[in-house]
Nanobody, 121 residues
Framework: QVQLVESGGGLVQPGGSLRLSCAASGSIFSISAMRWYRQAPGKQRDFLAVITSGTSTNYADSVKGRFTISRDNAKNTVYLQMNNLEPEDTAVYYC???????????????WGQGTQVTVSS
């Protein structure tokens, strides 16, 4: 019913930039918080950034000043602009969203399938 599709990952050189997108589709009434996480091989999945429905944002210290989260409510899409990328940013990047399928219904958490980002020369 609900699908989150991420895109924009790839191979980039150190110091480069990428912009990730995560589009939600399906029977969606509304979306509140939207987030980005990442998981490097052999490591836990780490929080990166969140943007609320009121467009307040918060970032992990590791990406503050380099990454910017934004959203387009008309498209049910969240973005992650990543600048000055470092090899340590290599990971699979995931989005998740809190959404309502109907008015007055419970808030449900959905995850995207992940997109690979590799930072290497």
């Amino acid at each position: 019913q609900v699908q989150l599709v991420e895109s924009g990952g790839g191979l980039v050189q150190p110091g480069g930039s990428l912009r990730l997108s995560c589009a939600a589709s399906g029977s969606i009434f509304s979306i509140s918080a939207m987030r980005w996480y990442r998981q490097a091989p052999g490591k836990q999945r780490d929080f990166l950034a969140v943007i609320t429905s009121g467009t307040s944002t918060n970032y992990a210290d590791s990406v503050k000043g380099r990454f910017t989260i934004s959203r387009d409510n008309a498209k049910n899409t969240v973005y992650l602009q990543m600048n000055n990328l470092e090899p340590e940013d290599t990971a699979v990047y995931y989005c998740n969203v809190d959404l309502l399928l109907r008015a007055g219904g419970p808030t449900r958490l959905y995850w995207g399938q992940g997109t690979q980002v590799t930072v290497s020369s």
